[in-house]
């Protein structure tokens, strides 16, 4: 994998046209984004083109994101926050409108947005798709231990209902759930057959006796994925990506790609996400931040971006790059089957995003789960 990166970035420094010199600025970027969420070597590039200095400040959560941006301690030029969130900055007079003309790669007919983004795109409000460019997006779904007999039929048979209901999934399967109340919730709502940011007492009620009824064992985020892997646990709800990185660790390492013990079945209706790169209203280098979004939709850019990050590339171009691929690298050929299985382009994929729930929900959904994990 590291060589590959290395290599893939040789070559993209020989294509660059050498007459062009670098925009003679000393500026700092300032950008904020997830954990461990970018190509570091694409950045370099950047650096090193621009004669800039981009720093990288983290934030693990949404809300941090946005208290951050709120609190205007640090004018951020450039951060990465998920579709709900970018709506309520939006709301709030947080963000700038993105000037699209100054994105040379910006291409929506010839390289247009994956079908599936542009799904969940169309659930946001009309005017919000002026203030982003998307850079990542994914799904949940539900990772299951091959091994255990009888689990991968079942699931992809009943979907939700063999994750739920433990007369339908095989007798002694250990399960797990993603220990966030809200995604709890939601995967409870979508087992039955209700909108997961439609909240009331009644769901309240449902998804309690819903996920009591499902008998999780662990609730745990990272873990669950390592306890399938380990053959520890059988069955738990987790990011598509999160399942991805592993299975590339594990292709990296060696493991053939047919000898992986484990699997993720991504239901016909699941949670899905896009975050995206906003200008916040603050930033102090508005023609830089418009560089480096520029940079990172860029085709071959993305496709080197996407080379270490789990989750989908929002790009045609870049994703065609990763699923064509017929050669005789066995690693790219991994990656291209990967990419064709857990995120297919398709037309009809419409994810449901989650919706920005007040702090009093939030407290009334995280007390109803620490009752499940009390009475289990």
């Known amino acids: 994998m590291h060589n590959f990166k290395r290599y893939l970035l040789f070559l993209i420094i020989l294509g660059l046209p050498f007459l062009l010199t670098g925009c003679n600025n000393p500026n700092k970027l300032l950008v904020l984004n997830w954990g461990e969420y970018i190509n570091e070597d694409v950045v370099a590039m950047f650096e090193d083109y621009y004669n800039v200095e981009v720093s990288i400040s983290i934030a693990d959560s949404n809300e941090l994101f946005y208290s951050k941006l709120k609190s205007g301690t640090t004018a951020y030029d450039i951060i990465v926050p998920s579709d709900y969130m970018i709506e309520k900055m939006k709301s709030k007079g947080l963000l700038q409108e993105i000037d699209f003309s100054k994105l040379t790669n910006y291409d929506p007919v010839n ?25 990542f997006w994914g799904t949940f779904g539900l990772m299951y231990n091959k091994l255990k007999p009888g689990l991968e039929e079942a699931l992809q048979t009943y979907q939700w209902d063999a994750y739920f209901d433990t007369s339908i999934r095989p007798a002694g ?88 013990t484990y699997d993720i079945l991504i239901p016909d209706t699941t949670i899905a996400f896009m975050d995206a790169m906003v200008i916040p209203y603050n ?94």
Not at 113 to 127: C, D, K, N, P, V
Not at 297 to 314: F, K, L, R
């Open 111 to 135: 390289n247009p947005y994956l079908q599936g983004l542009q799904g969940i795109r169309e659930t946001m409000s009309a005017g919000s798709e002026n203030y982003y460019v998307p850079y």
């Open 283 to 376: 930033a102090r280098h508005v023609d830089l931040a418009h560089e480096f979004i520029n940079w990172f939709i860029d085709p071959e850019h993305a496709y080197m971006n996407a080379s270490t990050v789990g989750y989908a590339t929002t790009l045609q171009s870049s994703y065609d790059m990763i699923a064509d691929y017929h050669g005789d690298d066995q690693w790219l050929t991994d990656w291209a089957r990967a990419y064709r299985q857990y995120y297919p382009d398709t037309s009809d994929f419409r994810g449901i995003i989650l919706t920005d729930f007040d702090q009093e929900i939030v407290s009334s959904l995280t007390l109803m789960v620490n009752n499940v994990k009390v009475n289990n």
């Open 173 to 260: 399967t250990r399960t797990g759930m993603y220990d966030v109340p809200q995604y709890a919730f939601a995967a409870a709502m979508i087992y039955n057959g209700i909108s997961p940011n439609d909240y009331s007492e009644e769901h309240l009620n449902l998804a309690y006796q819903t996920l009591l009824d499902a008998n999780f064992e662990v609730w745990a985020d990272d873990q669950l994925k390592k306890s399938i892997k380990a053959d520890n646990l059988d069955l738990a709800f987790v990011w598509t990506g999160d399942f991805l990185d592993m299975l590339y660790t594990d292709l990296s390492e060696g493991t053939a790609y047919d000898d992986i």
